[in-house]
């Protein structure tokens, strides 16, 4: 990435979803050009050898990215998909301890799971049944196109996480489908981060996009970062061959684990695939204790086009959830 990692403008908005009440909240800061670096070369700071293994679905160790003739999407890098799931509310589908799982099918935001972080202009995040992935009701995250905002759903009742490891599985619909302008800015923004603190303050992992100049006229890659804010600074990547797909249901999961407070290790999967070059283990400064996962649309930058995310089936467990209920 060309630029590094910038707070919205403007204060965030922490509302209590459910009750109409909000109380205005300083957005934490992010490290400047000066302090993390540019993002070009970002991805060096990276380990990009897997040398530990992690628990997959069943609970048993897997191998790094790669493994099981996985790959990372097609021939042109894209994944997408309009399949539909069993509903959530299954059995095994609990939101009890480090376990949470959210469909959305009450019709409204639980306040004792959610809190709304909203920043920049006109932002809002609610819930309706224009898109859903299951059942009839998703969440809605709504931004303005060429501005930048922040509309996120936040939850921390399934912290603290087992072992410092837990996994997030959204499903994620876009729109809309338009062409991206012949010389769009540079810029990136998040769409699952964990957060949590360790000796040097606070700490982002996350999965997000990326869209550059140097893509002509889109879409939208996705991207893996990671912003610590002690020494050395780095804010790392790398982009992703595999390009977000609009007005379709995408399958999105981010592991992220403390590994006994010895590494920060991020995994990325899209549609059940895993995205090999997202595989980063950070040794260079201690791990965060993660206390809580967002959700939605994090702007570091004005995003030319993009205005909507619709989220649904929402899974923050200790185990691999995968794509299905």
């Keep these: 990435m060309a630029a590094a990692c910038t707070s919205p403008t403007g204060p965030l908005n922490q509302t209590t979803s459910g009750t109409g009440a909000s109380s205005s909240v300083e957005a934490s800061a992010l490290p400047d050009a000066a302090s993390s670096g540019s993002d070009d070369g970002a991805a060096a700071n990276a380990d990009s050898t897997p040398n530990k293994a992690l628990p997959d679905s069943s609970g048993l160790l ?19 998909s309009d399949a ?37 202009p006109s932002p809002s995040v609610t819930v309706d049944a224009m898109h859903a992935h299951s059942g009839k009701y998703a969440a809605h995250a709504h931004v303005t196109p060429g501005q930048q905002s922040t509309a ?6 399934s912290f603290p996480a087992t072992a410092d490891t837990f996994y997030t599985r959204i499903w ?72 977000i797909v609009n007005l379709a ?3 999105i999961e981010l592991l992220e684990s403390g590994q ?25 400064q201690k791990p965060p204790q993660f206390d809580l996962v967002s959700i939605g649309i994090w702007e570091y930058h004005p995003t030319p086009t993009l205005s909507d995310m619709w989220i649904d089936d929402v899974r923050v467990s200790s185990q691999r959830v995968g794509c299905g209920p």
């Design 84 to 120: 539909t799931a069993s509903d959530s509310n299954t059995p095994g589908c609990i939101t009890s301890g480090t376990e949470l799982c959210e469909d959305f099918e009450s019709g409204q935001l639980d306040p004792k799971i959610w809190k709304i972080k909203l920043g920049g």
């Design 172 to 243: 994620a619909y876009f729109s809309p489908d338009v062409m991206w302008p012949n010389n769009p800015p540079d810029f990136h923004m998040g769409l699952i981060i964990a957060g949590g603190n360790n000796n040097f303050g606070h700490v982002e992992l996350a999965v997000g996009a990326n869209l550059s100049p140097s893509s002509a006229a889109g879409p939208m890659h996705y991207l893996g970062y990671s912003i610590y804010r002690g020494p050395p600074y780095v804010e790392f990547g790398p982009r992703s061959k595999t390009a």
């Design 62 to 80: 897997a191998d790094g990215p790669g493994g099981n003739g996985e790959t990372a999407g097609g021939s042109d890098g894209s994944v997408g």
């Design 152 to 157: 996120q759903l936040t939850e921390g009742v």
């Design 260 to 284: 006994g407070g010895q590494a920060a290790v991020r995994r990325i999967w899209v549609d059940g695939v895993e995205l090999p070059e997202q595989y980063n283990s950070y040794s260079g």
């Design 249 to 251: 249901w995408t399958c």
